[in-house]
């Protein structure tokens, strides 16, 4: 490794256009690691900046700091993601992506009528939650939180 394959945490930061401070924190919960020169201080990887970047662009599509450390756990030696790589996690990321949009879509949908069964509105909750079946499945708005009611009149 050349002396030029390392860079400072500042350099890093630089090259992200991340704070200093949400480096270290990806570097404290395993997205990155840094070697220590002699004086201590901090030396990335060059490759680091993709792997900041693909974190970066994980979290925009709305993935947790453990979903995206999961994906990268999976390549060897904590290398950079390869476009090979990029494609097969991109799967995984479209199915999520895609439950996620359902979900919304769920929520868009029934804004107006029902809140999912909270409820709102007893008068056509006999269409929608008879006898408060979505009690049962537990608390909290639940047909908006993804559960199913096995009624099958309702929309």
């Known amino acids: 490794m050349r002396a030029s394959d390392l860079l400072s945490i500042g350099e890093i930061a630089r090259r992200t256009g ?12 395993g997205l990155v690691t840094s ?19 693909f974190v970066l662009i994980a979290q925009k599509f709305g993935f947790t700091i453990g979903d995206i450390k999961k994906h990268l756990d999976t390549l060897p030696d904590g290398r ?3 476009k090979a790589d990029w494609a097969k ?3 995984t990321f479209r199915q999520e992506l895609d439950k996620q949009i359902d979900h919304l879509t769920r929520l868009r949908d029934r804004l107006d009528g029902c809140i ?4 709102l509105s007893l008068q056509s909750c006999a269409l929608y939650n008879p006898d408060d079946e979505a009690n049962t499945l537990g608390e909290g708005p639940r047909v908006l939180m993804g559960d199913e009611l096995t009624n099958t009149s309702k929309t």
């Open 116 to 119: 999912g069964c909270g409820c």
């Open 18 to 29: 991340l704070s200093v401070s949400a480096i270290r924190f990806y570097e404290e919960k």
């Open 89 to 91: 996690m991109s799967r």
């Open 35 to 53: 070697e220590r020169n002699a004086g201590g201080q901090r030396r990335f990887l060059r490759r680091d900046i993709r792997r900041l970047s």
């Open 80 to 82: 950079t993601p390869t």
